[in-house]
């Protein structure tokens, strides 16, 4: 007698594929790791200049092998990178190469105005307050389109009062309201009073001072190697000298500069950094070969000469970068690397042009305070 298929039992479909082509039963003890995992994950958007993304996104793997976490998926912009960090946020703090980090709340709300309503709120305030209790923030500052709308405004109030803040112009509770890409409003929260690119080993600040983050940003980029002598000509603050530092061992780390001024200043960073003992200062003018009373032979050299606004002049310019490059290259160890930083992009290129020490590696275009500058990965002919 042939035998009776039972029915399909009530509520369930039958799955009529083939085994192969059904997805395989997952245990029920890694179905929830899983769940606990997602529950666990915190949504954050990491702010990168732009031109920079690539080397924050490898820092970030980086920091996730390091601390044991599974590498994030991430999506990632032309300015950030957003993903869900499966641990605290705080954690993201040790990025270098990055902006600052921001919590992100997502809401599936027509318009803005719904984010006053109970269950909204209820998640920002608390997330807030969670925010506030880490860190000692003075005011809350909100930014959006029709920031100065009664809606937002009293989304400002709202949020700002249960902590014990004010809304403020200058607040440094940064916290930015957007429509989502896949639909609804977004609200990303600033995790840290102040960017994280802005170091708190700045201790004391020169003229046409280098964003730390795109100093270890471009650090990364051209190599954090333990055997390498490095040396930073034209230091100023020492923002290039002390985030190599900072980012590993290496064999020397020298710097000079014309300013005792700027000498001066940089030694105050370094002693606030922690790395003043790794470094060894003077006054020298980056022009002339060698370096001051060292023979050393440099296996990289980090420059970012005057840009002729902040510092210097344009008129001066041509003489000091071809002074610099013929200098360095006679400082330079067999293949040595020099990476430059400037905005005076049509002279590097007029003064790199079929120069008989220099050639380019690579080169890239990022974005800081206002300026595109181009960053030049140069290594020394044989
Ligand atoms: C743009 S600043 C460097 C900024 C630095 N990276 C920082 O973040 O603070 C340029 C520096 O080059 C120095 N400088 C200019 N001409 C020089 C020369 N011929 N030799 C050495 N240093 C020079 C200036 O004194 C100034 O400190």
């Known amino acids: 007698m042939p035998r009776r298929r039972s029915p399909p039992r009530h509520g369930r479909r039958s799955d009529t594929r083939p085994a192969a082509a059904r997805p395989a039963a997952r245990p029920a003890a890694d179905r929830r790791a899983a769940d606990r995992r997602a529950a666990e994950t915190v949504p954050v958007e990491l702010a990168v200049a732009p031109g920079l993304v690539d080397l924050a996104l490898h820092e970030l793997r980086e920091l996730a092998r390091r601390s044991r976490r599974p590498i994030p998926t991430t999506r990632v912009g032309d300015d950030a990178i957003s993903l869900a960090w499966p641990g605290a946020h705080a954690e993201l703090h040790d990025l270098r190469t990055v902006q600052f980090v921001s919590r992100v709340w997502a809401f599936t709300v027509p318009r803005p105005k719904a984010l006053l309503g109970d269950e909204a709120l209820r998640t920002l305030q608390g997330g807030l307050r969670q925010l506030a209790a880490a860190a000692p923030f003075t005011g809350l500052r909100l930014s959006a389109a029709g920031r100065d709308s009664t809606v937002m405004r009293r989304l400002a109030a709202a949020l700002a009062e249960p902590i014990g803040l004010e809304p403020r112009d200058d607040g440094d509770l940064l916290v930015r309201v957007r429509r989502a890409e896949a639909g609804g409003w977004e609200v990303l929260a600033r995790t840290t009073p102040r960017p994280l690119s802005v170091r708190v080993w700045r201790v004391c600040d020169r003229p046409g001072g280098l964003d730390a ?81 060292r023979s050393e032979r440099y ?76 960053c030049l990965w140069l290594a020394r002919r044989p």
């Not at 333990?226 to 020298?254: K, Q, S």
């Open 213 to 293: 983050a795109l100093a270890a940003a471009l650090l990364r980029w051209v190599g954090v190697r333990a055997r390498d002598r490095v040396c930073n000509p034209m230091l100023g603050g020492g923002t290039m000298l002390i985030e190599r530092a900072l980012a590993g061992p290496a064999a020397c780390l020298d710097g000079f500069d014309l300013d005792a001024e700027a000498l001066a200043c940089a030694e105050r960073n370094a002693a606030a950094a922690g790395v003043a003992e790794r470094l060894r200062l003077w006054q020298a003018d980056a022009t002339s070969a060698p370096a001051g009373a």
């Open 299 to 374: 296996d990289l050299q980090l420059a970012d000469p005057p840009w002729g606004d902040a510092v210097g002049d344009h008129a001066d310019n041509a003489a000091l970068y071809t002074g610099l490059l013929a200098a360095a290259a006679a400082r330079a160890a067999p293949e040595g690397r020099l990476l430059l930083v400037t905005h005076e992009v049509r002279l590097a290129e007029r003064v790199l042009a079929g120069h008989p020490s220099w050639h380019v590696v690579a080169e890239r275009r990022v974005w800081q305070g206002g300026h595109r500058p181009a």
